[in-house]
Nanobody, 120 residues
């Protein structure tokens, strides 16, 4: 059983930064990719950024390119981060960590989410 636990959300002012973390656990967990999604009230869930194993290739939604950076821990290979810079009020949402293994065709492991609120 894979468990994902996010941390790092909070209330910040526009223009500032936050760093989200996601720790994955599970004895046989071998990720194909991990990602950050977000969902704001009344909106669909959207993919924000993803990172693949083993090469580390990344993907970013257009709305966050140049402001957000996804990375993975060089030691703990199942921990990822999302650096959120130059935050905007429209970045306010619940951010979810997700993982996909080689055995799955989609993200099928999810964290509980962490709230990010950006005030003007």
């Amino acid at each position: 059983q894979v468990q994902l636990v996010e941390s790092g959300g909070g209330l910040v002012q526009a223009g500032t930064a936050l760093r989200l973390s996601c720790a994955a656990s599970g004895r046989t967990f071998s990720p194909y990719a991990m990602a950050w999604f977000r969902q704001a009230p009344g909106k669909d869930r959207e993919l924000v950024a993803s990172i693949r194993w083993p090469g580390g290739s990344t993907f970013y939604a257009d709305s966050v390119k140049g402001r957000f950076t996804i990375s993975r821990d060089s030691i703990k290979n199942t921990r990822i981060y999302l650096q959120l810079n130059s935050l905007k009020t429209e970045d306010s949402a619940v951010y979810y960590c997700a993982a996909r293994t080689y055995a799955s065709v989609d993200y099928d492991h999810w964290g509980q989410g962490t709230q990010v609120t950006v005030s003007s």
